[in-house]
């Protein structure tokens, strides 16, 4: 018994001496130790070359990790961009799940997480899976990364990248091979506003990033329009989306209470309903349509805001039509007033192009299209006494047979044309103007702000020139009808119409000299 305890307490106490240096030096090396694994883990999963400050290993209140300075680096890019940097970064999981060996974690937090997906032709990770030997395979029931940047590389060299700053972020069931469900609130960077979504990522196709899957649905609200020179108004949205990040369908509505033109008139309730497809890797949007509606006026546009050759920016460009549309109400829109001084349904088609630029929206807005305004009313007495007037004389209606009841008592007016504006210029190829007994024909320009006018064309009616008076002027002027004559029309002479929409200026040629009505 004495030699047992002889020889057993020094062995003893050498066990437990070196059992105790082995605790100290697995303590004290599990921080490297573990960091290393990490980093290995990391470069085989993503083939690239990874960098990590620190990294330690706590056990109490509960098993937990933390870190800080992570970059991940692609090894065959020269891009000096990281494809993942995070600043600081904490997991966490119990007892139970650690002694299971599940590779389960509880939670992630991640502060500073700024992910970067290169141009098209990038991957990220190992092109053959079969080559992933990692065995760092964690299932994660949360991963909150509030504060998070996303920048998307340009498909074409020389754009600005796509930037997402994301306030909030919050995921659930992220793991290898699955869609992971997220909760997110990002800031819009034009119109500024707040965006919130929710829906399902992934899973995450390290081959081809841009074509990983995503769907959900997003509310935007209050956002400034008042950012884009020449508009005003304070959108919300709503919808809901479906597909990969390159393709993304979205079907949604948008209101603006209030939309107007800075340099028009009076503001109206814009609201929308749209169908787009939408590259989430560069942001062009392809519209396909937007049905707008506004008073009691409906337009379908149809088309696309997208990069273009030339300056950095996006470029609008719709084919618009006129579902069920009201001058009136377009003029509320760019002229404004409390009484609109023409009425009448209008028909219109027109390519609408915005290019990029700072300028306000009207000075670099072009439009080529047409119009047709059917059955017109204006509002001013004094401007339909004259109309009808006209119209009585063009159709050879005497006063004394308009006074005795034969002729009509009010005149609708047709108005239509062909025009193309550009640099805040309307340019007139075809425009006309009908009343009942009379046509005139114009081509020329009018300058959308100047108000400058610039118009040439022939006035045609109906009835002969004798026609158009009475008793001995009518009998002196027979003789001259046949001079005035012309294509079928019993009167046509040379029209023009210049000055300012303030104060035109009216001249017809009769005569080889000119007439001017002031």
Known sequence: MRKALRYG?????????????????????????????????LEDRFDADVQLKSLKISLFPKPGVTGESLAIRHKKSSDPHPLISIGKFYAATDFWTLLDRSNHVDIVRLNGLSIYIPPQGFSLGKQNAEADSTSLRFSIATIVADGTRLEIAPKQEGKDPL??????????????????????????????????????????QRDDPRSTPVSGDYSFENANLGVFAGISGILSSKGKYGGMLQRIEVDGAT????????????????????????????????????????????????GGVVHQAGPNGKTVSLDATSKHARIEDILTLVVGGDTPFLTGDVNFGSKIVIPPGNQDVIDKLQLDGHFALLSAQFASRKVQERLLMLS??????????????????????????????????????????????????????????????????????????????????????????????KNGAGFEAPLDITGTKDKPTIGITVFHKTFTIH
Request: charge should be positive; glycine fraction near 10%; include cysteine.
């Open 255 to 302: 209101d603006v209470p209030k939309f107007s033109l800075k340099r028009g008139g009076d503001a109206v309730h814009l609201v929308t309903q749209f169908h787009s497809i939408v590259d989430g890797t560069d942001g062009d949007t392809l519209l396909q349509p937007v049905d707008a509606s506004f008073l009691n006026s409906e337009f379908i546009c149809s």
């Open 9 to 41: 307490l020094p062995i003893l106490c050498l066990l437990l001496i070196g059992g105790a240096l082995y605790v100290y030096w697995f303590v004290e090396t599990l921080d490297p130790r573990a960091k290393q694994r990490v980093i290995s883990a």
């Open 392 to 485: 009585n004389r063009a159709s050879g209606i005497s006063a004394s047979e308009q006074e005795s009841g034969q002729g009509p008592n009010m005149v609708a007016s047709d108005f239509r044309g062909r025009f193309k504006l550009e640099k805040g210029t309307a340019r007139f190829s075809r425009l006309s103007f009908k009343v009942p007994g009379a046509l005139i024909n114009l081509a020329g320009t009018y300058g959308l702000q100047s108000g400058k006018i610039d118009m040439h064309g022939t006035f045609r009616m109906q009835a002969t020139l004798s026609q158009t008076q009475s008793g001995v002027k009518q009998l002196l002027l027979m003789p001259f009808n046949k001079l005035f004559e």
């Open 163 to 204: 930037l997402f700053d994301i306030k909030n972020l919050t995921l659930h069931s992220v793991g290898p091979g699955k869609a992971m469900k997220f909760v997110a609130k990002l800031t819009n960077a034009k119109p500024p506003g707040l965006i919130d979504s929710r829906g399902s990522f992934g899973p995450w």
